[in-house]
Every structure is written in structure tokens, then in C-alpha cells.
């Protein structure tokens, strides 16, 4: 161009700077976006009741957060960028906000798009993780003491938990077991767990529960 | 006083038609984007929920469910198999821009138009002229990108960098990290290139532009006789390209291109009232070339 053969006035120079500056402040944004969106969004989101598995979920969700408004607790979000769930698709975290397993399911009615099942027959159909004993180092029942909240606390009561007899080191003591048949994995233990991050967590089924074993030929055991 | 504000390809209409019809369309126009994002921010804001949901899917009064047909169309491309509501509101959403015109949704409703069409007015204040020339084809590129994208990851793929979804959820959902993503837009438009990103490499606005290729309601350069070749609409028009053959051609004066986003910015700077809206009216077979 001609421009480039006339001397450079300030002027020129700075508008050269600044379009450096914006093209690379472009480059840098859009790259943090994407790595922190690509490094957080991992398979421990937990989705709303009724939710399809997570592959089929991606598919069908088109982000609109009408699940998230038609929550009465504000328990679900949806994800901005370096949310533990894809960006903006609706999730929730138990030890801020349990679902409180509404009769109704109100969030799951009111999906447009089918990535949550707006006929689930009963919130007791969920499947949002399963509740697992993680630190069982702290669990002060594995202490000896006689703590049980995250029993005594199910909604789910006497089916999804139950305390069960144990022995370590020679001393009796009760175990709070899951039952995944029955956990929906609303999260009301982990959200009242009274240790420093809580002992009781819900994962995703396919975290959380170790699955049927084969032999060695490959089928089912 | 806003004097040294104004645009300059709205100068001399201004002149000749005074503040207000030289900024007329303009005006309708952020009315438009203002109110609809404004409907959707009342629920979550205010408490008032006339509207639910956001621009990708929305429950109305509860009385019908709209949805972005771009959205379900990747989604399907995923391999999703969508519930009917929001099958049905795409549909509808899909035969409003049939009618008024595809990229009447970048013009009219989509809130990252306010801010490229803010990052054009620095651009030109600034006399950050010089450009970056990219092709505008690449935003069906790119469109084609999300889509085999989906495909290949069986997920809304273009979600997961949208800005178009990002600041609208910014706005009606809460403030997180994406702002990045928006000031990346405005930068690039502001720094890179002339209206980069939506004259560009939108695939949302290509994929409306699809849409809007028959779309009824057109610009039209009615009194081209009139024109003084003074470029001002080129000058504001977001895709220029668009004007050529209504008002330089010999066929018909109706801007007939997908492209255009029926903003009537070339209404609001023409001095002498070349432009207005108008019609396609393929039962009449007026505006046919001849």
C-alpha cells in the first residue's frame, strides 16, 4: 500500500499499537475461554431431575435455563464459562443448594426440548448421582460417634441411607450405607455433612457406583 | 451538544432531514433490542414473569413456546431427538423470519449487534480505518463448521462459544467469565476489521441469512432516479454489498439478498428518501426483472 512507504506519524503508530494490542487481547481472551471452559467442564456436573444421560443431554438441551426458572429453591444454574458443567447448560451443586425433590418436578416439566424427561412419573424416578461415603475417615459415625445426619436428614428416609452395623478396630460402630437403588441424588446429605467439606457426596452414577462385574469371559458375573 | 457524536454517514441526512428521521430506524431498532431482552431480564430482575427462558428457547405467558431453530438444528445434527414444544417453536420462529426477513433478527433482537454496531461508531470516531479485509463467506464456513461439529460431537457444538448466547444469558441469567467472549467480539470489530463479526463470521447470522433469502418483507430502493451517489448508505449499511444491484441495477429495486438485515440504516442516511421498506409480493409479479 501506499501508506507503508510514507514515513510514520505518532498517529499511525499508535493506531498500529492498539490494533496489536486488541488483535492479541482477542487471541488471549478467546483462548483462556476455551482452555478454562475445556479444564473445568467435567463428567461430575450434576443435572436435574429427569435428565437424559449426558451424551444425549449435550444434544437436546439448547441452554433456554426454563428448568432453572421454574425452580422454586434456586438450586439449579445454568454454567457460565469455568462452571464444572458445559457452559450454559443447567446444573446443580448439592452442598450449596440440595433439590428439595419437589412432587411435582417442576423444572422437568417445563424442558422444551426433551433433555429432561417431561413425563417423569415421580421425583423418586430421578437419577441426578448417587450419594457416596467418600471420606470415610472423617465420617464421624466412623469415629464411633453417633452423628447420622445425613440419615436423619434423606428425604428418602430409611430407604436411600441406612445405618448399618460395623466394627473397626474392635470397636462397634454404625455405617451410613446408601441404598443407590432408592438415592435419587438430591444432595440433602452432602448440603448438612457436618465435616470440613462433606463426607457424603453425590456423584454421578457412573463415578459413583463401581457396576456389575464380568468374568472372565466377558459376561455378566 | 451530540453533535460530535453522530455518525458521519448519517451527517447529511441530518442535514436535510433533520435529528429525528435520520436516526428513525435506528431508534425502532434499539426499542427492539431493548424491550425484548428487557421482557426476559423482568423475570429473574424484577420478579414480573410475562416471559420465561432466553432467545435460544422461551415460554410466553404460557401460552406458546418459541425456540432458535439454528440451536435445534445443531442439536439435531447431534442426534438429539427434541421434544415437540420446542420443535414447534422453531417452526414458528422459523416462519416469522420467512416473513420479515432472516437477518431481521441481527438488526432487530440479537443484543451483540448493539455492541458491534458500537465498536463501528469508536471505529469511525477514532479513524480506525484501515482493515483487515475478510471474506464474508466465512461465516458459511464456519457455519458448516458447527454443524459437522455437532455431528462429530454429538453435542450443541457452537453453544460452547456463542456470543450471541453468551451475553443475552449474561444479562438474563448473571455475570460470569463470558464477558471475555463479548469484549473479544468488540475488540475484533473495533481493532481487526470492519464489522467482523456479525458481516463476517456469524454463523448464526448466516444461518438467518439462509432463512431470509425469500423472506417477504424487503428494502427497496424505490426512488433510485433520486440518488446522488452520495454513498452514505453504503457507508452505513453493515453488508454494502447488499445495496449494489437495487440501486445501481437494472431489475429490480428491492434489496432482494439473504443478507440484508432489513436494519433501514440506508433509510435513515439517504438525504433524498431513496430507500423505504416494501414488499415482496411474488403473487403480483411486480418487482420482476425485466
Known amino acids: 500500500m501506499a501508506s507503508s512507504k510514507r514515513k510514520m506519524t505518532r498517529r499511525t503508530a499508535m493506531q498500529e499499537i492498539a490494533r496489536g494490542a486488541g488483535a492479541a487481547c482477542l487471541g488471549g481472551f478467546s483462548l483462556a475461554a476455551l482452555v478454562r471452559s475445556a479444564s473445568h467442564a467435567d463428567a461430575r456436573a450434576l443435572r436435574p431431575p429427569g435428565a437424559l444421560p449426558e451424551p444425549d443431554f449435550l444434544a437436546a438441551c439448547v441452554r433456554c435455563g426454563l428448568c432453572v426458572q421454574a425452580c422454586p429453591y434456586d438450586t439449579l444454574s445454568l454454567a457460565e464459562w469455568g462452571a464444572e458443567a458445559a457452559v450454559g447448560t443447567p446444573f446443580f451443586t448439592p452442598r450449596q443448594e440440595p433439590c428439595y425433590m419437589c412432587r411435582d418436578v417442576p423444572c422437568a416439566r417445563a424442558c422444551p426440548t426433551g433433555a429432561l424427561d417431561r413425563e417423569i412419573p415421580s421425583i423418586r424416578d430421578a437419577d441426578m448421582g448417587v450419594a457416596v461415603l467418600v471420606g470415610h475417615e472423617d465420617c464421624l459415625n466412623y469415629k464411633g460417634m453417633n452423628c447420622s445426619i445425613c440419615v436423619r436428614v434423606c ?33 440433602t446429605c452432602e448440603k448438612h455433612c457436618v465435616t470440613g467439606h462433606a ?14 462385574g464380568r468374568n472372565r469371559a466377558g459376561r455378566p458375573a | 451538544m451530540i453533535g460530535p457524536l453522530i455518525s458521519e454517514s448519517r451527517r447529511l441526512s441530518l442535514g436535510k432531514r433533520g435529528w429525528l428521521r435520520s436516526h428513525k430506524w435506528w431508534l425502532l431498532r434499539r426499542f427492539s433490542q431493548i424491550t425484548l431482552l428487557g421482557l426476559f431480564m423482568l423475570g429473574p430482575w424484577a420478579g414480573i414473569w410475562i416471559v420465561r427462558g432466553n432467545f435460544a428457547a422461551s415460554d410466553i405467558a404460557g401460552l406458546v413456546v418459541l425456540a432458535d431453530p439454528y440451536i435445534v438444528v445443531q442439536g439435531i445434527f447431534g442426534g438429539a431427538i427434541h ?5 414447534s417453536g422453531a417452526a414458528v420462529i422459523t ?18 449487534n448493539i455492541v458491534t454496531d458500537t465498536a463501528f461508531w469508536l471505529r469511525e470516531k477514532t ?13 458459511l464456513v464456519i457455519l458448516a463448521g458447527t454443524l459437522f461439529a455437532s455431528a462429530l460431537t454429538g453435542a450443541v457444538a457452537w453453544e460452547f462459544v456463542n456470543p450471541v448466547s453468551l451475553l443475552q444469558r449474561a444479562l438474563i441469567s448473571g455475570i460470569g467469565f463470558g464477558w ?19 458481516s463476517h463470521l456469524c454463523p448464526v447470522g448466516a444461518f438467518y ?52 438485515q432489513n436494519c433501514g440504516g440506508c433509510i435513515d442516511a439517504c438525504p433524498v428518501d431513496v430507500f423505504q421498506i416494501s414488499t415482496r409480493r411474488p403473487w403480483l409479479q411486480t418487482g420482476a426483472a425485466e
Request: proline share 7%; with cysteine; charged share 20%.
Open chain 1, 155 to 187: 428425604p428418602i428416609r430409611g430407604d436411600a441411607i441406612t445405618l448399618e452395623p460395623g466394627e473397626v478396630d474392635g470397636r462397634k460402630i454404625m455405617i451410613p450405607t446408601v441404598h443407590s437403588r432408592h438415592c435419587t441424588g438430591c444432595g
Open chain 2, 209 to 260: 441469512g439462509l432463512i431470509g433469502r425469500g423472506a417477504l418483507v424487503r428494502v427497496s430502493a424505490t426512488r433510485r432516479s433520486a440518488c446522488t451517489d452520495c454513498g452514505a448508505c453504503f457507508n452505513i449499511c453493515p453488508e454494502p454489498h447488499v445495496i449494489v444491484p437495487a440501486l445501481k441495477g437494472r431489475g429490480s429495486p428491492l434489496i432482494l439478498s439473504g443478507d440484508c
Open chain 1, 199 to 212: 463426607s457424603i457426596r453425590v456423584l454421578p452414577r457412573d463415578l459413583g457406583l463401581g457396576g456389575p
Open chain 2, 127 to 139: 479513524g480506525l480505518t484501515r482493515d483487515r479485509k475478510l471474506d464474508r463467506r466465512s461465516r
Open chain 2, 95 to 112: 416462519l416469522a423470519y420467512l416473513v420479515l426477513g432472516g437477518r431481521a433478527y441481527c438488526g432487530w433482537v440479537c443484543p451483540v
Open chain 2, 180 to 198: 471475555s467472549i463479548i469484549l473479544a467480539v468488540f475488540l475484533l470489530d473495533l481493532f481487526v476489521s470492519r464489522r467482523a463479526w456479525c
Open chain 2, 83 to 87: 421434544a415437540w414444544p420446542v420443535l
